[in-house]
């Protein structure tokens, strides 16, 4: 999945969208990715946070703004500002629901974000929106390890809700994705919410 934001943020990119001062925006962009890429979610962070107050994004593209906000919630969240990073990820979701795009990743990873938090109820709402928009047979055939993985997820938080009956029919369906997928699938990468606060 990360790999396809990166061609998103690439794509954007090239078609000359919003520039900040002389640097364009898609320089914080590619900046901001090869700091996530090389574990530096605080500089990522940072990178982010200069794009949005130093970039001039009032021309930007919408799709290219939600991507921004996405990348830049997730950096948020990883470096344990959690309720900044709740809200970033909410605007990415509000301007890709506007826009055509791919909204159920920000709602994913919103989901993520409270489970790392132990607020099992809120991400079981919002795997229940991503789930109530995607085909179960069609995402499960198209993208199989992202589908097991959110119903693993939604497993984890109905547990913590104390609601087992619903959780295991959700891990036994994420098992027969599983199972059911070919060798060589890209299988994406998590994003590391909480794993790098800062230090105090």
């Known amino acids: 999945m990360n790999r396809f ?9 090239l078609t000359g969208y919003a520039s900040a001062n002389e640097k364009p925006i898609s320089e914080y962009m590619r900046d901001g990715g090869a700091a996530q890429e090389r574990g530096d979610w605080d500089e990522a962070r940072r990178i982010y946070a200069l ?7 009032a021309q930007a593209d919408p799709r290219f ?5 996405y990348e830049y919630g997730r950096s948020l969240g990883v470096t344990c500002s959690f309720e900044e990073a709740e809200r970033q990820l909410n ?8 826009t ?7 709602l ?25 928009e995607l085909d179960p047979v069609i995402t499960a055939r198209r993208v199989p390890i992202f589908y097991a993985n959110v119903l693993e997820d939604y497993a984890l938080a109905l ?7 619903d959780a295991e029919a959700a891990a036994k369906r994420a098992v027969e994705v599983r199972g059911g997928t070919p060798k060589g699938h890209f299988v994406s990468d998590r994003t590391s919410y909480g794993k790098h606060c800062p230090k105090s």
């Open 65 to 69: 703004k939600a991507v921004l906000h």
């Open 159 to 165: 547990s913590g809700t104390g609601r087992e009956k």
């Open 108 to 132: 994913t990873e919103l989901a993520r974000l409270n489970l790392e938090q132990r607020k099992f109820a809120d991400a079981v709402a919002y795997l229940e929106r991503v789930m109530a």
């Open 91 to 98: 605007l990415a979701n509000d301007l890709d629901k506007h």
């Open 100 to 106: 055509g795009g791919v909204f159920y990743l920000s």
């Open 5 to 13: 934001i990166s061609a998103v943020i690439v794509l954007l990119g």
């Open 51 to 57: 794009a949005f107050s130093e970039g001039n994004l």
